[in-house]
T-cell receptor, first 112, second 112 residues
Framework: ETGVTQTPRHLVMGMTNKKSLKCEQH?????MYWYKQSAKKPLELMFV???????ENNSVPSRFSPECPNSSHLFLHLHTLQPEDSALYLC???????????FGPGTRLTVL | KQEVTQIPAALSVPEGENLVLNCSFT??????LQWFRQDPGKGLTSLLLIQSSQREQTSGRLNASLDKSSGRSTLYIAASQPGDSATYLC???????????FGIGTKLQVIP
């Protein structure tokens, strides 16, 4: 049990759909992250939130919209996605630099 | 820009063998280095975290070493078991919540 949960675990959506991914951490951490993992590529950091404030957006297309209402919850809102957005989306959290990140199980997203 | 390389990309060994996974990074100014395990289609599980001031960390049959000056880390797995089959990822934290760089991983198969 990692203390970081993600829902849904699997999602299939059409290119015109709107959906949201949810992440919740039960570790009392202050920072939360969204990563994208595609086949045969390193994890790509998408967004970082520190104390609910977004501190980094790594040139992610606007069809991905993050939301962090509090330090325990993180959402990724999806709209008009492309087939190449199909990937495993991972959420992580950390307290500070010296502790490292704890990951959730991921959401497997397929865009048709 | 930090770059992380993991060699080999894939490894297949018979059960019971001791093995070493390698991780190299280009910028030695790091805060910590973390080894993760990822099972197919799942999230990442943290195995060992080595702070920049440490040389090694041990957990059960796993031992991770860090040589910052040469930009290298190794993960040693003793007496490998089929349950160790997974992809092993190395992540280097260069400071701050957003400066974590992942390798592409080594896919390990332990044959019974």
């Amino acid at each position: 049990e990692t203390g970081v949960t993600q829902t849904p675990r699997h999602l299939v959506m059409g290119m015109t759909n709107k959906k949201s991914l949810k992440c919740e951490q039960h570790l009392g951490h202050n920072a939360m992250y969204w990563y994208k993992q595609s086949a045969k590529k390193p994890l790509e950091l998408m967004f970082v939130y520190n104390f609910k404030e977004q501190t980094e957006n790594n040139s992610v297309p606007s069809r991905f919209s993050p939301e962090c209402p509090n330090s325990s919850h993180l959402f990724l809102h999806l709209h008009t996605l492309q087939p190449e957005d199909s990937a495993l989306y991972l959420c992580a959290s950390s307290q500070e630099v010296r502790i490292g990140q704890f990951f959730g199980p991921g959401t497997r997203l397929t865009v048709l | 820009k930090q770059e992380v390389t993991q060699i080999p990309a894939a490894l297949s060994v018979p059960e019971g063998e001791n093995l070493v996974l390698n991780c190299s990074f280009t910028d030695s100014a790091i805060y910590n280095l973390q080894w993760f395990r990822q099972d197919p289609g799942k999230g990442l599980t943290s195995l060992l975290l080595i702070q920049s001031s440490q040389r090694e960390q041990t957990s059960g049959r796993l031992n991770a070493s860090l040589d910052k000056s040469s930009g290298r880390s190794t993960l040693y797995i003793a007496a490998s078991q089929p349950g160790d089959s997974a992809t092993y990822l190395c992540a280097v934290d260069s400071g701050g919540y957003q400066k974590v760089t992942f390798g592409i991983g080594t896919k390990l198969q332990v044959i019974p």
